[in-house]
Nanobody, 122 residues
Framework: VQLQASGGGLVQAGDSLRLSCAASGPGRTFTGWFRQAPGKEREFVAA????????YYADSVKGRFTISRDNAKNTVYLEMNSLKPEDTAVYYC??????????????????WGQGTQVTVSS
């Protein structure tokens, strides 16, 4: 499985961005987004399980970020609205088997994309 993350950029506070995670290889129906800011640990952002049936969000992004999936394109999106400077980080997409539990920890995910930088200026 290979994951290709894209869509990052430099925006101002309050702006929006949409990240994409395109997957190739055998289908993985549990896909997530993590982020890592300089000097900080990688943290869970959002995940989508199945064909878009169940979604999960970190409290820090709930109500601002939306994760979705285009099954025909085997692509997962992270729509980020009302961005804040504290959202600045490298964003990574990850994949795991459908049944994976305790998924808030990075070590629970099997495959990772290369990361895309999101910078939010104040």
């Amino acid at each position: 499985v290979q994951l290709q993350a894209s869509g990052g950029g430099l925006v101002q506070a309050g702006d929006s961005l949409r990240l994409s995670c395109a997957a190739s290889g055998p289908g993985r129906t549990f896909t997530g987004w993590f982020r890592q800011a300089p000097g900080k640990e990688r943290e869970f952002v959002a995940a989508i399980r199945g064909i878009g049936v169940t979604t999960y969000y970190a409290d820090s992004v709930k109500g601002r970020f939306t994760i979705s999936r285009d099954n025909a394109k085997n692509t997962v999106y992270l729509e980020m609205n009302s961005l804040k400077p504290e959202d600045t980080a490298v964003y990574y997409c990850a994949a795991a088997p459908y049944y994976r539990s305790n998924f808030y920890a990075p070590e629970k995910w099997d495959y990772w994309g290369q990361g895309t930088q999101v910078t939010v200026s104040s």
